[in-house]
């Protein structure tokens, strides 16, 4: 009796895997193939990761490089030309102080203010072509005490150097280093403001232009020579 229970059972389960053997193994296979892709996946994430941060590096490794050639090749025309970057550090405060003295005034007595100083602090004279062209003396009318009333402050003009200033080293004589210098000076209105339709103040115009100056300076500094020349471009105006 034992017996046929026992096989009636294996019948039963040969029976059970011979009606259900595809379906098992094709849920093996599934199983299986989803471990795979997982893993795979996984394999593809980390070699994208490491990938990216390979191109990272490189990136990072070739600007590195980069900078370094640039800088070589600063060194190396600052050699050829026999100039001292200590020398070209100090020339360079001073002619900013110069342009921002020449170039940021906002009154008539505020600009003549500015010549007088480009006279007695950086030894030009009236016979300067920096002063006869692009600052003549100010126009005014004077009344019977002595006031002037000058022409800058009767339009309302003002005038800023801007941060966009370029010097480099373009020659080198003896001792003398001459500097071309591209700056942009924003010049603006000190009037009142404009007012729109809802009564609200508008913004005042102002109009940037570029200007070439070439400045040369002895090995003690001083300025030897300054000479300004309109940029070519048109003048930017905003406003």
Request: net charge negative; aromatic share 6%; proline share 3%.
């Amino acid at each position: 009796m034992t017996e046929t229970i026992e096989t009636q059972e294996q019948a039963q389960k040969q029976g059970f895997w011979s009606r259900n053997r595809w379906v098992l193994v094709l849920g093996a296979i599934v199983v299986v193939s989803g471990c795979l892709t997982g893993i795979s996946v996984a394999g593809q994430s980390q070699a994208v990761s490491a990938q990216t941060v390979q191109i990272t590096q490189l990136q990072q490794d070739a600007a590195s490089r980069q900078a370094q050639i640039d800088q070589s090749n600063e060194q190396n025309a600052s050699q050829a030309l026999g100039v001292s970057d200590s020398r070209i550090e100090k020339d360079t405060a001073e002619i900013q102080q110069l342009l921002s003295t020449a170039f940021t005034w906002n009154s008539g007595d505020a600009y003549e203010t500015a010549r007088a100083t480009l006279k007695s602090r950086f030894d030009l004279t009236e016979k300067d072509a920096f002063l006869q062209s692009f600052m003549p003396p100010a126009q005014f009318n004077q009344d019977q005490s002595g006031k002037r009333y000058y022409y800058l402050d009767a339009i309302g003009l003002n005038s800023k150097l801007s941060s966009n200033v370029d010097i480099e080293v373009v020659e080198v004589s003896a001792t003398n280093y001459r500097y071309a210098v591209m700056a942009d000076t924003v010049v603006g209105s000190n009037g009142p403001s404009a007012i729109d339709t809802q009564g609200n103040p508008m913004p005042k115009p102002t109009a940037t232009r570029r200007v070439l100056i070439f400045v040369t300076t002895d090995v003690e500094g001083k300025l030897k020579q300054m000479i300004g020349l309109p940029a070519s471009g048109a003048t930017r105006q905003s406003g």
